[in-house]
């Protein structure tokens, strides 16, 4: 019994020393496990999410809201961040600056203007043409002589200083029916203009042109596409815009100077009222000198022709009588009649009104239409009429 006992003692012990490498094997494999469970554990976590960056859009894309403006140049190699789309905002038109011609009173830029400014304070220079003339260099240096400027005659710049527009130069003019129906045709001898009912404007342009002071070659200039052989009522024409006010006065006395072929009023202090051009006679001896009166004053006067008085006329020499010639524009002295207390002299109107200004009358003084209308509203009967070698 003791032999048996003793004979498996070293055997227990052989047997356990022979498992102790696989009990370590055991333990790593079992290390290794816990190792790789744990690893596949931090696999298997959550990842946190990261905070919400904007969107980057690169510089070349081109920003979406589009308005009336051109868009911001951008910054070289600088994200841009997208923005909400928004309406774009309302337009707003600036309010345009108004041009200098349109802003009155202003001065006068040109010889037109010049003329018609100063028609407009009863200083003519005849009819309105925008030329530079003797007419208008009279009537230039008659305001600058009423203004204490160097009387020069020319728009220089001194004289463009005090020289005011004062409102648009140009209105319009609107032709009516009226205007036609007092057209009619110009008799070419005396006897048949006394035959006819008035001896009124022939044309429309001759009408237009009277009644804003202009020649019709302006008037022409500034309606080019009218059709003046055919102008029909409503028809609307640009003219200018140079109607006489009403005189502040009535004159003290009337100038004529017969070497300036000028007419001239003045109030009691001297002050010009007007300046006019005018015709005087033709000959030398027909132009009467010294001081004269307003003896007798008719707006729209008929005429008396004598034949007697025209003996250059071949119709005038087979005449036997007088003849009365109806009132009108085309009446031998126009709208306005100033008898002076020369027996056959007086200051009157003309048919022509371009011709103005000449040595061709039979020693009466010819004043355009609308300046002889203006001066019948300045004189008065016994008014004294100085006329000037």
């Given at each position: 019994?003791?032999?048996r006992?003793?004979?498996?003692?070293?055997?227990r012990?052989?047997r356990?020393h022979?498992?102790?490498p696989?009990?370590?094997v055991?333990?790593?494999l079992l290390g290794l496990?816990?190792?790789g469970?744990?690893w596949w554990?931090a696999?298997?976590?959550?990842?946190?999410t990261?905070?919400?960056k904007?969107?980057?859009?690169?510089?070349t894309?081109p920003?979406v809201?589009?308005?009336?403006?051109?868009p911001?140049k951008?910054?070289?190699?600088?994200?841009?961040?997208?923005?909400p789309?928004?309406?774009?905002?309302?337009?707003?038109?600036p309010?345009p600056e108004l041009p200098?011609a349109?802003?009155?009173?202003?001065?006068?830029?040109?010889v037109f203007e010049?003329?018609?400014?100063?028609g407009?304070?009863?200083?003519?220079s005849g009819?309105?043409?925008?030329?530079?003339g003797?007419?208008?260099?009279?009537?230039?240096?008659?305001?600058?002589?009423?203004?204490?400027?160097?009387?020069t005659?020319?728009?220089?710049a001194?004289?463009?200083?005090?020289?005011?527009?004062?409102?648009a130069?140009?209105?319009?003019?609107?032709?009516?029916?009226?205007?036609?129906?007092?057209?009619q045709?110009?008799?070419?001898t005396?006897?048949?203009?006394?035959?006819q009912?008035a001896l009124?404007?022939?044309?429309?342009?001759?009408?237009?042109?009277?009644?804003s002071h202009?020649?019709?070659?302006?008037?022409?200039?500034?309606n080019?596409?009218t059709?003046w052989?055919?102008?029909s009522?409503g028809?609307?024409l640009?003219?200018?815009?140079?109607?006489?006010?009403d005189?502040?006065?009535?004159a003290?006395f009337v100038?004529i100077s017969l070497?300036g072929k000028?007419l001239?009023?003045?109030?009691t202090?001297?002050?010009?009222?007007a300046?006019?051009?005018?015709s005087?006679?033709?000959?030398?001896?027909?132009r009467?000198?010294?001081?004269?009166?307003?003896?007798?004053?008719?707006?729209n006067?008929?005429?008396?022709?004598?034949?007697?008085v025209?003996p250059?006329?071949?119709?005038?020499?087979?005449?036997?009588?007088?003849l009365i010639l109806?009132?009108?524009?085309?009446?031998?002295v126009?709208v306005?009649?100033?008898s002076?207390?020369?027996?056959?002299y007086?200051?009157?109107?003309?048919?022509?009104?371009e011709?103005?200004?000449?040595?061709e009358?039979?020693?009466?003084?010819?004043?355009?239409?609308?300046?002889?209308?203006?001066?019948i509203?300045?004189?008065?009967?016994?008014?004294?009429?100085?006329v000037?070698?």
């Amino acid at each position: 019994m003791r032999r048996r006992i003793k004979n498996r003692l070293p055997a227990r012990r052989k047997r356990s020393h022979s498992t102790f490498p696989w009990l370590l094997v055991v333990l790593v494999l079992l290390g290794l496990s816990l190792v790789g469970w744990i690893w596949w554990q931090a696999g298997q976590a959550p990842v946190p999410t990261p905070q919400a960056k904007p969107i980057v859009v690169p510089p070349t894309v081109p920003i979406v809201p589009q308005t009336n403006r051109p868009p911001a140049k951008l910054q070289p190699q600088q994200p841009v961040e997208v923005v909400p789309v928004l309406p774009p905002p309302p337009i707003v038109k600036p309010t345009p600056e108004l041009p200098r011609a349109a802003v009155f009173p202003r001065p006068v830029q040109n010889v037109f203007e010049a003329q018609l400014a100063l028609g407009r304070q009863g200083i003519s220079s005849g009819s309105l043409d925008g030329l530079i003339g003797s007419q208008t260099r009279a009537a230039l240096s008659a305001f600058q002589q009423r203004e204490s400027l160097p009387v020069t005659g020319a728009l220089d710049a001194a004289t463009k200083e005090l020289l005011f527009l004062t409102n648009a130069p140009y209105i319009t003019y609107t032709v009516t029916t009226n205007d036609l129906a007092r057209l009619q045709p110009l008799s070419s001898t005396w006897f048949g203009k006394s035959q006819q009912t008035a001896l009124d404007y022939e044309t429309i342009l001759e009408l237009v042109a009277e009644k804003s002071h202009s020649h019709p070659n302006l008037i022409r200039q500034l309606n080019p596409s009218t059709d003046w052989t055919n102008v029909s009522a409503g028809t609307r024409l640009q003219v200018p815009d140079v109607a006489y006010a009403d005189p502040p006065a009535k004159a003290a006395f009337v100038t004529i100077s017969l070497a300036g072929k000028v007419l001239e009023a003045f109030d009691t202090s001297s002050n010009l009222l007007a300046h006019f051009p005018c015709s005087i006679g033709q000959r030398v001896e027909k132009r009467p000198v010294g001081e004269l009166h307003v003896a007798a004053i008719a707006p729209n006067p008929n005429y008396t022709f004598d034949p007697d008085v025209f003996p250059e006329s071949a119709e005038a020499r087979q005449l036997k009588t007088k003849l009365i010639l109806p009132p009108g524009p085309n009446n031998p002295v126009g709208v306005a009649w100033i008898s002076l207390d020369k027996p056959g002299y007086g200051i009157h109107g003309t048919p022509s009104p371009e011709q103005v200004g000449r040595t061709e009358s039979h020693g009466c003084f010819r004043l355009a239409n609308w300046n002889a209308e203006y001066l019948i509203k300045l004189v008065w009967v016994g008014m004294p009429v100085y006329v000037e070698p």
